[in-house]
């Protein structure tokens, strides 16, 4: 089993829509989670950052932790066309100066206008 | 002008070339990381380096080393290159126990 597990879509959805981005992992040690947001031919860029369980809010998006179900979810409301991008998840046991993150393979989001 | 900056944005090379990748953040911190991206998989860190000395090599072939002169700049010299290390590679920085942070990456194309 892969430590990080994340569908790779392709997603596409309607200009609106709530959209559901979720992770799932095997290592119970994790307790830092991230998402990043890709756009084509960039850089990942920070999006979210929470430690251990439960809800993050900042504007649209809402990053949701469910350590007991080892299971991670990003959600975006009334999503934009700039929305479209590759969402990747991250996550980490440590901190530190050896800061290691392991990421999913990230989901293709598309929000049709 | 971004946190991270990377150049070239772009590279094409022969196999038998030598090239290098730059890498400079400005943004203070004290570890810096090289990752790579390829299609239809995971990032894989490559290299990190905490206050200029090398904590993490990921079995990375030694075809690719790492230079990292000061807390500020970070290189990747590139040699014998296969076709299969075509990819975006990524730095990225971080202050000690915080979040990474990435450039916009360099597209290496191996021909």
């Known amino acids: 089993q892969k430590e990080v597990e994340q569908d790779p879509g392709p997603l596409s959805v309607p200009e609106g829509a709530i959209v559901s981005l979720n992770c799932t992992y095997s290592n119970s040690a994790f307790q830092y989670f991230m998402w990043y947001r890709q756009y084509s031919r960039k850089g990942p860029e920070l999006l979210m950052y929470?430690?251990?369980?439960g809800n993050k809010e900042d504007g649209r998006f809402t990053a949701q932790v469910d350590k007991s179900s080892k299971y991670i979810s990003l959600f975006i409301r009334d999503s934009q066309p700039s929305d479209s991008a590759t969402y990747l998840c991250a996550m980490s046991a440590i901190r530190g100066s050896n800061y290691k993150l392991t990421f999913g393979k990230g989901t293709l989001l598309t929000v049709n206008p | 002008e971004t946190g991270v900056t990377q150049t070239p944005r772009h590279l094409v090379m022969g196999m038998t070339n030598k090239k290098s990748l730059k890498c400079e953040q400005h943004?203070?911190?004290?570890?810096m990381y090289w990752y790579k991206q390829s299609a239809k998989k995971p990032l894989e860190l490559m290299f990190v380096?905490?206050?200029?000395?090398?904590?993490e090599n990921n079995s990375v072939p030694s075809r690719f080393s790492p230079e990292c002169p000061n807390s500020s700049h970070l290189f990747l010299h590139l040699h014998t290159l296969q076709p299969e290390d075509s990819a975006l590679y990524l730095c990225a920085s971080s202050q000690e126990g915080n979040t990474i942070y990435f450039g916009e990456g360099s597209w290496l194309t191996v021909v």
């Open positions: 943004l203070g911190h004290n570890a």
């Open positions: 380096y905490s206050l200029e000395e090398r904590v």
């Open positions: 929470t430690y251990s369980s």
